[in-house]
């Protein structure tokens, strides 16, 4: 029986880590996997030894401040390694982590594979090399990754994007108004704020008072926010509070909830590229410490923010970026989309031609097997 061991920082990773265990469990039956994750891998059957709503951080100062608390959790999860022995350990985006985890596993002979690898394209090659100097594969999910890492010496695969087998919807349009109580015949607002505790205290305040200025031009409107499962509801409510709005909170079938929205105010993450394969029109925000911003400005090397932009190497989607986040501008922004025709079908074709780029389906099922190959070939695992 083979041993899976998985490292994951935030929602989104979680969201990647239950598709892949799934997948696994789909073809090896009993397999065992255990790691560092949330709900969702727990709910897809891993045994989840650290939950990652006790984590929670972003950013350069912020990782900062909680380094004690980090390097206790790697020499933890080290020591996991040592008496659940894994067959490889499979690492997913939460870069900073898991490639400090990925190098205890090799100093212990265990081989790492890097899932969702760090956006080299974005924050230069220096990080290619280290990855590939550390772990044993690297599946690429976006075809411009390969060369990249190839140059950098990675043993890498591209197996498409995980999110064109993740992203379904379960039910007809009319169902999924009739089940979140939405009504037909108004705008439907997501608010997307995030899965970090950092995000929510950042961005939400901001969001919700571009709600009202949204609602002052478009008083139809209905507005929604999926709470992510790493945050606490009753925080959201109590910022809800502060303002005059009326925002229904989601918990589940998120997808649902997208495929009906006319448009959303998202931060910029994960979720960008998911609204954007249901083609939802979306208002990218991003909004950081101000020392983190600025050490982010001479590091990153691309001129977009957000993931639709930098697949379609154009700005298809609006960015609002650190001192330019207000309600004011977010409201300039979504306004049209709601109100002109013209706007929001040009932005639903250029998110139809930008998913075309994201490849075939079948990327979760292609990462289980080569987790698998990886976790049976002679550098680890049981024979």
């Not at 249901?278 to 957000?306: D, E, Q």
Request: net charge neutral; hydrophobic share 45%; proline share 5%.
């Amino acid at each position: 029986m083979s041993k899976i061991m998985i490292s994951v920082g935030e929602a989104s990773g979680d969201l990647h880590g239950a598709s892949v265990a799934r997948a696994l469990k789909a073809i090896q039956p009993d397999i065992e996997i255990f790691g560092m994750g949330g709900q969702g891998m727990r709910a897809a059957g891993v045994d989840i030894v650290y939950d990652i709503a006790e984590l929670g951080v972003i950013g350069f100062v912020e990782i900062i401040k909680n380094l004690p608390k980090l390097f206790r959790l790697r020499d933890t999860l080290g020591e996991l390694m040592d008496t659940r022995r894994p067959d490889v350990l499979v690492i997913i985006d939460y870069h900073g982590f898991n490639i400090r985890l990925a190098k205890i596993a090799k100093s212990k002979g265990i081989p790492v594979i890097s899932y969702i690898c760090p956006k080299v394209w974005a924050w230069g090659r220096g990080r290619a090399k280290e990855v590939a100097e550390t772990v044993e594969k690297v599946a690429a999910i976006f075809p411009f990754e390969v060369d990249v890492y190839s140059e950098a010496g990675a043993n890498v695969t591209f197996v498409g994007h995980p999110l064109l087998d993740i992203v379904k919807t379960t039910m007809s349009r009319a169902q999924a108004y009739d089940h979140f109580g939405a009504s037909p015949e108004r705008p439907l607002v997501l608010l997307l704020p995030g899965s970090r505790t950092q995000e929510i205290i950042n961005l939400l305040p901001v969001m919700l008072e571009a709600a009202v200025k949204i609602r002052e031009k478009v008083p139809t409107c209905q507005f929604f926010l999926p709470v992510a499962s790493t945050i606490s509801r009753e925080m959201i409510q109590d910022i809800l509070s502060n303002y005059n709005i009326t925002v229904v909170l989601t918990e589940d079938d998120t997808y649902d909830l997208m495929n009906i929205a006319h448009m959303a105010v998202a931060a910029s993450g994960t979720v960008t590229l998911e609204a954007a394969i249901l083609n939802l029109p979306t208002v990218v925000i991003y909004k950081m410490a101000a020392l983190t911003y600025l050490i982010g400005k001479m590091i990153i090397k691309i001129p977009y923010i957000s993931l639709p932009n930098i697949i379609a190497d154009r700005k298809i989607v609006p960015e609002l970026v650190q001192y330019a986040v207000n309600a004011e501008n977010i409201a300039k922004e979504a306004v049209p989309i709601l109100t002109q025709p013209n706007v929001r079908s040009t932005m639903l074709n250029d998110l139809t031609q930008m998913c075309q780029k994201l490849g075939p389906t079948g990327a979760v099922e292609r990462v289980a097997r080569e987790i698998l190959a990886v976790a049976h070939s002679p550098v680890g695992g049981k024979k």
